[in-house]
């Protein structure tokens, strides 16, 4: 974009004519060229000073032209000189009005194409912020997309919506849900963030905030140190140091989650994405889906590497892949409660397919099962990820489905959650898929009971 180009955006953008590919066009510009975001800070000065001087604010101190001519007048033997000065003095004022700074925004924010997003102000009128800025008590709603905020003490954030935040302060960001990646430079030590079940409190480091409907809020350290206070329960405070991950439980204690960078983002997208996965989720009554397990899938009769199940009362992961969903829930002493996998956070089943043809598979499709009578554990909470022939595993999707009640305890039911792909083909040439178990926000011990998984597809041709 030409230095005119990106003038004629600006003034455009501070006018509210820029829209469309235009607008999307000078996102790009902005995020990739740094003397364009100097420029734009610059209109953005200059449009704050214009609109005070239209208020009758006078912060230069000009002298005003009739006082000029009057001086003038008195002596005229000096009229020649004065009238120079005058033309000088106007010229230098001009100068100072455009090069006058007034202070830079709290907040700054860029969007990847396509995203989707509304912002609210405290302020109203001709005093609200102008532009892609956020200032104490700006609110900021993002639909669908990803947002970057630069905030003028140097910390850095990537939001992935959907997202709903508020910054407080210019040192306070609040969430109240979203998934957000920061970055904290040493100048900007004690930055802090809320969200419904924490306060943050960074000590120079990068971290990544995961907070959900439904879910319980978690924190992964991934530089540095940040101490983190339960809002809830017993308000247990921790310092919480880089490689480090917990979740918030509802009695107000952290809990040891696994460190998963690839749930964050650290940079915008350069071009709009659309959701490939496609996810059915259903709920219904105790044994709803004891007819849809399958022992003819991918996963059927292999054996699996776990870690981290709960083994009481004969429960096994060797359950998830068997076939067989169960039907008894009252007494733990019966041989079919062993149709059962009792996970814990963090839990893992790692299945090797294979080459099939020598190419891996290509899976279609992914259905989970969990059931109980009561405590949550009807409710599912898991990752999914992948591993091609040679490569490393990437995560494929998260599922966080708690639809049922949990409280009072003997509230049951069953879920259901099949993930498939627009394409057809939800991952190619794959040797490997794992499993891990995440939280059901308010069942016992986060915990919940996972009947069955399958796993459907072909070898890659």
């Known amino acids: 974009m030409t230095p ?3 003038e004629s955006h600006l003034q455009d953008l501070f006018e509210g004519q820029l829209e469309g590919e235009a607008f999307e066009n000078l996102q790009e510009e902005l995020k990739r060229n740094p003397e364009a975001r100097e420029t734009y800070r610059e209109y953005l000065h200059l449009d704050h000073a214009l609109r005070f001087r239209g208020k009758g604010v006078d912060l230069l101190n000009v002298v005003p032209m009739n006082e000029v001519n009057s001086r003038g007048q008195r002596k005229t033997i000096r009229n020649a000189g004065l009238v120079a000065v005058a033309l000088i003095t106007i010229g230098l004022i001009a100068m100072a009005l455009i090069l006058t700074r007034t202070p830079d925004p709290t907040l700054v924010f860029s969007t990847s194409p396509g995203t989707e997003f509304s912002i609210s102000h405290n302020l109203s009128g001709e005093d609200a912020p102008d532009g892609q800025v956020l200032e104490p008590g700006s609110r900021m709603i993002v639909r669908s997309g990803t947002v970057e905020l630069e905030f003028d003490s140097g910390v850095r954030a990537i939001v992935r919506g959907p997202a709903d935040l508020t910054l407080q302060r210019e040192d306070l960001l609040d969430i109240q849900n979203g998934v957000v990646w920061v970055i904290v430079p040493e100048q900007a030590i004690g930055f802090q963030v809320t969200t419904p079940d924490f306060l943050l409190t960074d000590l120079g480091t990068e971290f990544g905030i995961l907070s959900e409907p439904n879910s319980l809020d978690e924190v992964h350290v991934f530089a540095g140190e940040v101490e983190v206070n339960h809002l809830n329960g017993l308000k247990i405070k921790e310092l919480l140091k880089q490689g480090q991950a ?62 981290g199940w709960n083994f009481a009362t004969g429960a096994t992961p060797a359950n998830l892949n068997d076939g067989i969903h169960g039907t008894s829930y009252d007494d733990f002493k019966e041989a079919s409660v062993k149709t059962i996998a009792w996970t ?37 909470a898991w990752t999914v990820e992948v591993k091609p022939m040679g490569g490393e595993y990437r995560i494929l999707h998260t599922v966080n489905y708690h639809p049922l009640k949990t409280q009072p305890l003997d509230g049951g039911g069953a879920t259901k959650v099949i993930l498939t792909d627009q394409s057809g083909v939800l991952a190619r040439g794959i040797e490997s898929i794992k499993f891990t178990a995440s939280h059901v926000a308010g069942s016992v011990a986060n915990a919940f009971v996972w009947r069955e998984i399958d796993a459907f597809g072909q070898p890659s041709s």
């Open 246 to 307: 917990r979740f918030a439980d509802a009695e107000g204690r952290w809990q040891k989650t696994p460190l998963r960078r690839d749930h964050f983002l650290d940079e915008l997208p350069k071009k709009k994405t659309e959701p490939a996965i496609l996810v059915s989720e259903e709920s219904s009554t105790q044994l709803a889906y004891q007819n849809d397990v399958s022992d003819s899938d991918l996963l059927h009769g292999l054996t699996a590497t776990t870690t």
């Open 344 to 380: 814990t956070v963090g839990a893992t089943a790692e299945y090797h397919l294979g080459t099939g043809n020598g190419k891996g598979y290509d899976l279609t499709s992914i259905q989970s099962i969990a059931d109980w009578n009561g405590a949550g554990f009807g409710n599912q």
């Open 4 to 6: 005119r180009e990106l």
